[in-house]
């Protein structure tokens, strides 16, 4: 079995702090791990992802994340949030070898809303 | 270079009705794969397809088929419309639909079931 879990359904910042949006994976495979944002009215954009290579993956817009095997994590990081960050983040567990095993599971979404 | 692009952009249908989505991948890109999103929900896998072949499948019932084409374009079916099929269906396309490819999000058709 295959599941995404964002601990936060809605993250409030000022702009200026730090982001912290929370992702728990399960996976019987070697997982690969994507977060993706998502605009109002805008497609959904990759952030980042982790591929068993670097366990600190950094991304677009100042964003990284660190997949930690032994807490099945892979939480989103920003030192500092600017009012564009405002947008729907998922993150998405992946997994299988090619034929017809592919699994992808979408979490459920974290809202961050930046306060001025 | 253009993106994933799908057609209609909205949709409107009624109960038991059937419905063809349509999806373009990004050239070169040989994977396409079809979700459904949910307003206020994180969007769900329903189809990934390489090489004309499915190569992975979702929890949706049969209603829901689809097949790609020679040129890697793809269509998603729905039969028997229900209300809850009313939802956002993306398509995204990445080269081989490997694990740990990034895949390209199409706009998504907005279907609205009446």
């Known amino acids: 079995a295959q599941s995404v879990t964002q601990l936060d359904s809605h993250v409030s910042v000022s702009e200026g702090t730090p982001v912290l949006l929370r992702c728990n994976y399960s996976s019987s495979y070697s997982p690969s791990l994507f977060w993706y944002v998502q605009h109002p009215n805008k497609g959904l954009q990759l952030l980042l992802k982790y591929t068993s290579a670097a366990t600190l993956v950094k991304g677009i817009n100042g964003f990284e994340a660190e997949f930690k095997k032994s807490e099945t994590s892979f939480h989103l990081t920003k030192p500092s949030a600017h009012m564009s960050d405002a947008a729907e983040y998922f993150c998405?567990?992946?997994?299988?070898?090619?034929?017809?095993?592919?699994?992808?599971?979408f979490g459920k979404g974290t809202l961050l809303t930046v306060n001025p | 270079d253009a993106g994933v692009t799908q057609s209609p952009t909205h949709l409107i249908k009624t109960r038991g009705q059937q419905v063809t989505l349509r999806c373009s991948p990004i050239s070169g890109h040989k994977s396409v794969s079809w979700y459904q999103q949910v307003l206020g929900q994180g969007p769900q896998f329903i189809f990934q397809y390489y090489e004309k072949e499915e190569r992975g499948r979702g929890n949706f019932p049969d209603r829901f088929s689809a097949r790609q084409f020679p040129n890697y374009s793809s269509e998603l079916n729905v039969n028997a419309l229900l209300l809850g099929d009313s939802a956002l269906y993306l398509c995204?396309?990445?080269?081989?639909?490997?694990?740990?490819?990034?895949?390209?999000f199409g706009p998504g058709t907005r279907l609205l079931v009446l």
């Open positions: 995204a396309s990445s080269f081989r639909g490997g694990a740990g490819e990034t895949q390209y």
């Open positions: 998405v567990v992946t997994s299988g070898s090619g034929g017809s095993n592919y699994k992808l599971t």
